[in-house]
């Protein structure tokens, strides 16, 4: 079955850095990749995801970049501010719409 | 996106009991999934909610431990049962609206055992 690995698993940058977050999926059916951020004791919220037919997904200062061949893809924060402080999953979908995440990254933003 | 309304928010149970844990949606919606977040862990599947039909498990999680319905398009319930420390969790259900919507979570269920 599908399997997702995340790096780094935890990350700290100074306010107004870029932070990156690379995840690597293992099927190759897999055609959707979403990225939640998940605050202490709160629900993960969908903040950016990518279809297989996109190379490349901007939304303001966040942006996800999907590379098939090599079955990675990659979370770009910029101008990174503390309320950007949180967990951050990436997930694919291998069939029947199912998520599988990646272990997570802790993102901490000093001021 | 759809409301998801996830009972009870929380939960203290004695070990060997059990507890079902509802998820409501506030529109017709083609997919429910259920999820387990153990401490400090990332989000695991445990099973797809089949409306009308019988769910389908993960590898590690079965129909007697995890019980699971589906009785329309906007309900589930995931049961619990006989539960122990370990079971200790986050237990989260989303759902697919479909029609290349993404996926949204309910707030979960943060339930401990004794």
């Known amino acids: 079955g599908e399997n997702v690995e995340q790096h780094p698993s935890t990350l700290s940058v100074q306010e107004g850095d870029s932070a990156v977050i690379k995840c690597t999926y293992s099927d190759s059916a897999s055609n959707y990749f979403p990225w939640y951020k998940q605050e202490l004791g709160k629900r993960p919220q969908l903040i950016i995801d990518?279809?297989?037919?996109?190379g490349e997904k901007k939304d303001q200062r966040i942006a996800v970049t999907l590379n098939k061949t090599a079955k990675h893809f990659s979370l770009h924060i910029t101008e990174t501010q503390p309320e950007d402080s949180a967990v951050y999953f990436c997930?694919?979908?291998?069939?029947?719409?199912?998520?599988?995440f990646g272990q997570g990254t802790e993102l901490s933003v000093k001021p | 996106s759809a409301v998801i309304s996830q009972k009870p928010s929380r939960d203290i149970c004695q070990r060997g009991t059990s507890l079902t844990i509802q998820c409501q949606v506030d529109?017709?919606?083609?997919?429910m999934f259920w999820y387990r977040q153990q401490p400090g862990q990332s989000l695991t599947l445990i099973a797809t909610?089949?409306?009308?039909?019988?769910?389908?498990?993960e590898s590690g999680f079965v129909i007697d431990k995890f019980p699971i319905s589906r009785p329309n398009l906007t309900f589930s319930t995931l049961t619990v049962s006989n539960m122990s420390p370990e079971d200790s969790s986050i237990y989260l259900c989303?759902?697919?609206?479909?029609?290349?919507?993404?996926?949204?979570f309910g707030d979960g269920t943060r339930l401990s055992i004794l």
């Open positions: 997930a694919a979908t291998p069939q029947g719409g199912k998520l599988i």
């Open positions: 909610a089949n409306q009308g039909s019988e769910a389908t498990y």
């Open positions: 989303s759902v697919d609206a479909g029609g290349n919507q993404p996926q949204h």
């Open positions: 990518i279809r297989s037919n996109v």
């Open positions: 529109s017709q919606v083609t997919m």
